[in-house]
């Protein structure tokens, strides 16, 4: 039926199917297995070395970023590494089409889902743990900038190497504010003049968060100023310089400030007198435009006679006479009207200095009208010498007149020849006492008189031990002397100005 064989036609050969690529995977799930910086990308390529490698680099880098945080070159290199991770996947399989059309079994969306489950756990641990060390300092910081130290150490002991990875620069501050803590804590158990040092340390300290240290600060060197046998004023001029820097870097802490400067006033009654005199004296000497720091002092003023006059008489206590006398006279010239003016003038006659100084109490009786005008002597004593008692004051409050006595060899008298026992001859020759008397008028200070007076009988009958002299020489058979003289001589040199 067909008288030609039919030849098959010829098929042409299908093509060989092309060999998949090494390391050929889902690109997705491998960079995403890579942006955990864990070598999980490597692993999904089946590529262990790389892993491997992955692995430790980044436990290297970890590991430098956690110990060198003060480096910020690790806290670069850390991310860099792990983008490079990221890009190395991704030429890695930049040839392989990401589909998963043909995947009925699911499995490239399975790698998929782990690899991007594992790298947004990664991410979220990073993010939490960069939110927790912010939070943990930002709570230290707050309880530091109130002051609490124990609390603040207490929340950045909490800080672990974790949080150095994930958040170097807070972590680096809290290093920092730590640091400064420690310093604070450990000055605040020293004695107020080392504290004081400390608290200076910590305030230099760049990681010092506490405004309230300047005024501490200011506290204990006031504290320690007041320690010693005299007050420190070295330590008071530094307390008030803090004080006044204070003011000018935190002014919230004027409150503060005043209750410093007003704490130290206010003991100023409970210190040695002559602390509080010294103290008193430089509040005084001070200019301050801050009423935190002018108003409190200048309340102070009330009691500064009080505590002028009491360190005189702890100076008279102690036998220093004259440092004594200057004080009383100080607060004559400065509190003339003080109720306490009197005890002022009564320490003046008692050191026996006022001739040196003659100063006014106001509160004294005039010199006026008739006498007996009361007077106090000065250079010599009243005592044994029978005055009247209306002629001498017992006390500043009684006295009109302040007499002020010296005594000299006077004018030559006579001379005198004198037998001895065993018949030999002693010449004499005599001289007069002269007193030169000067009267002050107490109540007002002014002098009131001035006259020299010279007494003393020349030639006595006998010679004897119980002659008494200002003025004496003997050589071989010549003697010189002053005469002696009676009370009652001495007694009318002054009659003439107490009015008798």
């Not at 730590?178 to 400390?198: D, F, M, T, W, Y």
Request: glycine share 10%; net charge negative; with cysteine.
């Amino acid at each position: 039926m067909y008288p030609f064989p039919i030849a098959p036609q010829a098929v042409p050969p299908q093509p060989p199917k092309p060999q998949p690529l090494r390391g050929d995977a889902d690109p997705i799930a491998a960079v995403a297995g890579n942006a955990t910086m864990l070598g999980i990308g490597y692993m999904l390529l089946r590529r262990p070395i790389l892993a491997v490698v992955a692995l430790c680099g980044t436990g290297f880098l970890t590991w430098s970023a956690a110990v060198q945080v003060e480096n910020p070159l690790w806290r670069f290199l850390l991310p860099a590494w792990g983008l490079a991770m990221i890009l190395h996947a991704w030429w890695l399989t930049r040839r392989t089409v990401p589909s998963v059309l043909v995947d009925p079994a699911g499995a490239v969306r399975r790698l998929r889902f782990f690899a991007g489950t594992a790298a947004a756990l990664v991410l979220l641990s990073l993010g939490w743990f960069r939110i927790d060390a912010w939070w943990i300092v930002h709570d230290a910081e707050a309880a530091q900038a109130a002051g609490d130290c124990e609390d603040a150490v207490a929340a950045l002991g909490t800080l672990d190497a974790v949080h150095r990875v994930a958040f170097g620069p807070v972590t680096t501050r809290a290093d920092e504010e730590r640091e400064a803590c420690g310093i604070l804590l450990a000055a605040l158990e020293e004695a107020p003049s080392e504290a004081a040092e400390g608290l200076g340390e910590y305030l230099e300290h760049p990681g010092a968060l506490w405004d309230g240290a300047g005024p501490e600060r200011a506290a204990l060197l006031l504290e320690a100023a007041a320690e010693g046998g005299a007050l420190d004023l070295t330590d008071v001029e530094n307390a008030f310089a803090q004080l006044e820097t204070t003011l000018d870097e935190h002014p919230g802490q004027a409150g503060a400030v005043r209750g410093v400067v007003e704490a130290f006033t206010a003991g100023l009654v409970d210190m040695p007198p002559c602390h509080g005199y010294a103290a008193d004296h430089w509040l005084a000497e001070q200019d301050w435009d801050a009423p935190e720091l002018a108003e409190p002092a200048a309340a102070s003023v009330a009691d500064a006679p009080v505590r002028t006059l009491r360190c005189g008489q702890e100076w008279a206590d102690g036998g220093d006479l004259e440092t004594a006398a200057a004080l009383y006279r100080e607060f004559l010239t400065e509190y003339p009207e003080h109720e306490l003016a009197a005890e002022a003038a009564d320490g003046v006659l008692d050191t026996g200095s006022y001739c040196a100084d003659p100063v006014a109490y106001p509160g004294a009786p005039a010199y006026s009208g008739r006498g007996p005008h009361p007077m106090r002597l000065q250079g010599t004593t009243s005592e044994d010498r029978g005055f009247p008692a209306e002629w001498l004051g017992e006390d500043a409050a009684g006295t009109e007149l302040v007499v002020c006595v010296t005594a000299e060899v006077g004018d030559y008298q006579d001379s005198c020849r004198y037998q001895r026992s065993d018949g030999s001859t002693l010449w004499a020759t005599f001289y007069a006492h002269r007193f030169d008397i000067t009267a002050y008028e107490l109540r007002t200070g002014e002098e009131v008189a001035a006259y020299s007076r010279q007494i003393g009988k020349a030639c006595p009958d006998t010679m004897d031990n119980t002659y008494s002299t200002v003025y004496f020489s003997y050589s071989g058979d010549f003697m010189s002397l002053a005469s002696e003289y009676t009370d009652a001589e001495f007694r009318g040199m002054f009659s003439g100005i107490v009015g008798a």
